[in-house]
Nanobody, 126 residues
């Protein structure tokens, strides 16, 4: 099973940018899918972006499309989430997840991912 460690969260002003990183270890993540989710207090965990490890196919939630970009560096075994034009509603704990048996072109459901990071907090506030 792959281990995931997120980093890059913090406090950012509305309209600002952050880049989150998800470092993987323990298994070669060279197939399947990696995804970013977020969960705000009192809300359900939301899938925001997904990337296929094999061909780089990406998907995005409508709420972040055009502002967030997911990417991966297979040599570094790291998945990134570049976030731009952040707004206060983007305040949440952001989680990285991965699974070797999934494909982003299907529905991206948190229950299907078997490996999770511990989360990194993003706070958007002036």
């Amino acid at each position: 099973q792959v281990q995931l460690v997120e980093s890059g969260g913090g406090l950012v002003q509305p309209g600002g940018s952050l880049r989150l990183s998800c470092a993987t270890s323990g298994s070669t993540l060279d197939y399947g899918a990696a995804a970013w989710f977020r969960q705000a207090p009192g809300k359900e965990r939301e899938a925001i972006s997904c990337i296929n490890e094999s061909d780089g196919t990406t998907t995005y939630a409508d709420s972040v499309k055009g502002r967030f970009t997911i990417s991966r560096d297979n040599a570094k075994k790291t998945v990134y989430l570049q976030m731009a034009s952040l707004q206060p509603e983007g305040t949440a704990t952001y989680y990285c997840a991965a699974d070797p048996m999934l494909d982003c072109e299907g529905s991206v459901n948190s229950a299907d991912f078997r490996s999770w990071g511990q989360g990194t907090q993003v706070t958007v506030s002036s």
